[in-house]
């Protein structure tokens, strides 16, 4: 099997198709609407996302010399994205909107606000509105402004002459940030109901008070999408990376723009003169349906009060039965290993695991890596804590995570303020394992105590992100951890690694060679299964080890989430091959992989990961993954990881061949109710 024989699916189309499955969210009969709503606000981060980073890097690689990409391939790609966000619109405005309003829920536009509403909304534009807006008029002394990344302006089109008699026919108008993009109508001018106006249709209503002595011939509102990607060269000489990065990060919103957003009523003049001035071509417009950048409207969701149009409150459970609550963390992991699945389970005993570490005076190191945490966080407070009280803290900062930049920066100088040792992982990797290690005095010896994830080290997104933890006294895990902790902090070559895989050094080899395992396996007629479940799928070696394994005999599923581009049901390709993807109330997160090559007791092996099957996670990051050797562990991934997502009916889609997919069912079993009714019946 050559690479060259199996036609892969295109990558691009595979995050687009992951997002067309997002939006189906928010069509669902059985969703309940503000959280159908809510969807569709995801979507549309979510393309926000792709634009600035996927499309920027399709440009970047089309006018490269190289040419690794076409011009088609950026339109099939952008035809693609407008479909998707025609749908987008059509849903917006065909059945949700009108579903809300059945409810007493509305979006009022000035031609449907009455008079008294009208009344209300001119004093809150003269008092709050006007004197925070701006208007420019352009001219030689007033060229076209700067435009920050996803900043919402106007375009206006002006008769007549200015103060000084002369004809400058163009404005500008910058919406203010600062101020919120939904406002709810009082009751008294909007009795029975739950009425809201957009700050945008607000400043439309009242363009003309921007120009006394002239008209509005024309406006829209306009936004532009720019590459965003932070570019720091790891190659260069930078004495200071952090100092690298936050320099950069004042001219992110300002980078080459790849996408414009205009309503659908903007005059053609008004748009080509905006395509010129960002220098795009026609088919980078977008003219959309509704409210530019929809994401605003989860304002309008957390404004609404109606909890039965919300997914019931979900609590995630504390592990009473394995981690009591009144029993010191370290006394407890000394008698074996804990498993935490989130957010079925809380992410709370990783807290208290940190904060006994910081409490206790036996303890005297903390290590810990740090990829997306957030602003504010009640472990990088402790992390802070604990290095005032005298411990000795090594923090691995990664200051490139995509979007987090700003965050870790300030936290490493937060760390380093404190006193804590931070460093930046190993120059050209990115550090994205997730790893906590702790080392406590016990008697005339020392002990570590670890914490692994597939997930970040966030409690907000732990509520709603599925991700697998493992707390752990083992021996052989302390001392993986410490070694992967001391290449990290000095780029020393680590030694080899008892239990933990370590990418970019050996986690492709270790897949690769247990799947071949499994396809010799197949060859000799032996039991040979392979189960993944995933982020994305995209890595071309481990697309071909599996294809080779499937087309021995080995039966292959799949459970990836996002982008993947191995086609299955491929007749004398991939048969064997099943891929699916479910999206539910839950972002699925988990990394696990499972092997099976013969009948031994000892011929399978069961991995978490933080890494998914992508290119830049084998060989551009620090990853890690661990075997699961307990047995009741082991059963109790199977059981929860796998099991009821390969019989997910109600939120998995079956990927085709095409790269399309189907939705298994409308109802039956759906793999995330079920571990959730699973917990809080425990």
Not at 59 to 85: G, K, Q, T
Not at 234 to 246: G, K, Q, S, T, Y
Not at 305 to 320: G, I, N, S
Request: aromatic share 8%; proline share 5%.
């Amino acid at each position: 099997m050559t690479r060259s024989a199996l036609p892969l699916l295109d990558r691009e189309q595979a995050i687009l198709e992951f997002q067309r499955r997002v939006l189906a969210q928010a069509s669902r009969a059985d969703v309940p609407l503000l959280e159908r709503l809510r969807y569709l606000c995801i979507v549309s981060s979510n393309l926000d996302e792709f634009f600035e980073v996927r499309f920027a890097d399709l440009l970047d690689a089309m006018r490269d010399e190289s040419r690794s990409a076409s011009e088609a391939d950026v339109e099939r790609v952008a035809l693609l994205a407008h479909e998707l966000i025609d749908a987008q619109y059509g849903i917006f405005n065909e059945q949700l909107m009108p579903a809300l309003r059945d409810r007493g829920i509305g979006i009022r536009n000035h031609a449907d606000r009455n008079a008294r509403q009208r009344a209300w909304v001119a004093r809150f534009f003269a008092r709050e509105v006007k004197p925070l807006l701006v208007p420019l008029s352009l001219d030689p002394a007033h060229p076209f402004p700067q435009v920050a990344n996803k900043a919402l302006h106007f375009i206006v089109r002006l008769s007549g002459a200015d103060a000084l008699g002369r004809e400058n026919p163009i404005a500008i108008v910058k919406v203010p940030r600062v101020l919120p993009r939904v406002i709810k109508l009082p009751p008294s001018v909007a009795p029975g109901e739950q009425c809201f106006v957009l700050l945008s249709s607000v400043i439309r209503a009242h363009l003309d008070a921007l120009f006394p002595g002239r008209e509005v011939v024309s406006f829209s509102q306009f936004r532009v999408t720019r590459d965003s990607d932070l570019e720091v060269d790891d190659e260069e000489e930078v004495v200071n990376l952090r100092h690298a990065v936050r320099s950069r990060l004042t001219t992110r919103h300002f980078g080459r723009a790849v996408r414009l957003e205009v309503v659908r009523s903007c005059p053609q003049d008004l748009s080509e003169l905006l395509l010129r001035q960002f220098e795009l071509p026609a088919a980078a417009l977008y003219r959309v349906h509704g409210p530019v950048n929809l994401v605003r409207l989860n304002e309008l969701i957390d404004q609404t009060q109606a909890p039965d149009l919300r997914f019931e409150p979900h609590e995630p459970v504390w592990p009473q039965g394995r981690l009591p609550r009144q029993k010191p963390m370290f006394e407890r992991l000394q008698r074996g290993d804990v498993l935490l699945h989130h957010p079925f389970e809380s992410f709370e005993p990783v807290v208290q695991f940190l904060r006994n570490a910081v409490h206790d005076p036996e303890v005297l190191a903390i290590k810990q890596t740090v990829y997306r945490t957030g602003a504010d966080s009640v472990l990088m407070d402790l992390l802070v804590e604990g290095a005032r009280r005298g411990k000795e803290v090594l923090v691995v900062v990664e200051l490139k995570a995509r979007f987090d930049e700003e965050a870790n920066v300030n936290w490493a100088e937060r760390l380093e303020a404190a006193g804590a040792q931070v460093v930046y992982g190993v120059v050209g990797l990115k550090t994205h394992a997730k790893l906590l290690l702790v080392t406590r005095r016990e008697g005339r010896r020392l002990r570590r105590y670890v914490h692994l994830s597939t997930g970040n080290y966030n409690p907000r997104t732990a509520r709603f992100y599925t991700d697998l933890g493992l707390l752990s006294a083992d021996p052989a895990l302390g001392a993986d951890a410490d070694a992967v902790f001391g290449l990290l902090a000095s780029s020393a070559l680590p030694q080899p690694l008892k239990e933990l895989v370590l990418a970019p050094f050996e986690m492709h080899a270790r897949w690769c060679a247990h799947l071949e395992q499994v396809r010799q396996a197949a060859l000799q007629g032996q039991p040979a299964r392979v189960v993944v479940k995933t982020n994305a799928l995209t890595d071309l070696g481990l697309i071909d080890a599996l294809v080779a394994a499937s087309q021995a005999g080995a039966q292959v599923d799949l459970v990836v989430r996002g982008a993947c581009r191995l086609p299955p049901g491929l007749v004398g390709l991939t048969e064997n091959i099943r891929v699916r993807s479910v999206v539910g109330r839950f972002l699925e997160h988990t990394r696990v992989i499972y092997f099976r090559w013969g009948e031994a007791d000892d011929a399978e092996a069961l991995y978490l990961s933080s890494a998914d099957w992508m290119s830049r996670n084998m060989q551009g990051r620090i990853e890690l993954a661990w075997p699961v050797r307990d047995a009741k562990l082991r059963q109790r991934v199977i059981d929860e990881a796998f099991t009821p997502y390969l019989k997910d009916e109600r939120d998995a889609w079956r990927l085709r061949s095409d790269g399309s997919y189907q939705r298994v069912a409308e109802s039956g079993l759906s793999a995330q109710q079920a571990l959730v009714e699973r917990y809080q019946a425990d």
